[in-house]
């Protein structure tokens, strides 16, 4: 293009190459819903070789840079790792830029709450408790009874592969059982209780070298000390 004024003067326009630059790309997997309590990981991934960095919030202009380990959230590489989730919905923004055009990406992560769950339990003659430990004896017998507040709940007991909320357990041994309890939304609580079994005593009887008769019977009996101290007649 040549320019020409009034006076017949001729100027060519200065030349200026513009190099367009491409918005970079962005992509974003993991899981929208997730338990309370586990630990997930968000990947913003690009195909450019551009930081990528993640904000809490609904976008980078409004929310806060995660640069670093911030409590229970961090941000490495374009991954977020969020560990011991708790209740609610939360936001974040991941974004990419080249210097001159930028990419960004909302996420947002809905944290369900695992299921309750107390588990009670009873040795016979004595009423429900709920208590980390129980004392039985040897070859006696301890009830468990897991309870919830939420519906359609799944049991999962250590000791058998009963299903039901309710079992009964014959321990030889110290044990501790453990009710695993999954929701709808395969969200897992679980509670224990250790069994403690106490050996039956041995009974020794030592008979004395004598026998007493008595007018009153018509047998003879044994008087008889047992190791106890406790004396017994027969």
Known sequence: VTGID????????EVIVVDPKLAPDLSITGV??????????????????Y???????????????ISATTGNISSKDGVLSLKDLKNGTFNYAAVIS?????????????VTPKPSVKLFSSKEG????????????E??????????????IKYIWNTSSKSAAKDTIHPSNDLTCIITV????????????NIIVNRNPILTIN???????????SAPFYHVILSSHRTFVF
């Open 207 to 217: 008979f004395k070298d004598f026998i007493f008769y008595s007018p009153l019977r």
């Open 51 to 65: 930081a990528i960095k993640w904000y809490k919030g609904t976008n980078s202009a409004t929310g806060e840079l």
């Open 32 to 49: 929208t819903n997730a338990c309370e309590g586990s630990d997930v990981d968000i990947i913003a991934a690009s195909s450019s070789n």
């Open 98 to 110: 080249n210097g001159a055009c930028g990419t960004e990406k909302p996420f947002s992560l809905t």
């Open 126 to 137: 004595s009423s429900w408790a709920d208590v980390n430990t129980i004392e039985i004896c």
């Open 6 to 13: 009034s006076k017949g003067c001729e100027a060519q326009p």
């Open 182 to 193: 999954e929701d709808a939304n395969h969200c897992t609580n679980n509670d224990t209780v």
């Open 139 to 152: 070859n006696d017998s301890v009830m468990v009874d897991a309870r919830s507040t939420n519906a359609d």
